[in-house]
């Protein structure tokens, strides 16, 4: 699997393009906002876009989620469904925010712990975290050891759990119960800052580190 990085909004959000390099299929995982930046990008790398995939339904990663798919007729997957709240409330978040009015959709399929998503061959694994939302999940590629993990784990931080529905022991929790066990060697994409890995993390992290 191959993927480049895409900084959208205000908030400097890791957008990620992810597609499988054979079939050249891709996906825009948390398309936030910039809708043209992602598609420079998309064209740029020659990829065929065929979904959309959403870690959580903050403003920063899903602004752009509506719009986008309906101007490609794009299904959404994800996030899980206890983020339907905040999905809902994405036109008070824009207004919130200072963004451009967005609107609310509705994912074509909500995710739960133990699914799987699809971008061309690859296959994406989905893990449950919640704690920065309650409906937060993480995709993760077992054949490249890699994890986008939206808003649940930073380089040397966490993310917040002050919102709404937030749980900093919930979050605690599934960093360690669920993100931990897929190993060490796995570098992660965050919703913000730059990569790690998670044997980093467990080493150094003063929020989460063994």
Known sequence: MKYQIIPVTPFAQNCS???????RRGAVVDPGGDIARILHAVEKN????EKILVTHGHIDHAGAVAELSARLSLPIEGPQRDDQFWIEGMPAQSRMFGFPDVRAFTPDRWLEQGDTVHVGDVELDVLHCPGHTPGHVVFFSKDDRLAIVGDVLFQGSIG???FPKGDFDTLISSIRQRLWPLGDDVAFL???????TFGAERRSNPFCGD
């Open 190 to 196: 965050p919703g913000h800052g730059p990569m790690s």
């Open 160 to 162: 917040r759990t002050d």
């Open 46 to 49: 020659g990829v065929i876009l």
């Open 17 to 23: 393009l992810l597609w499988c390099e054979p079939s």
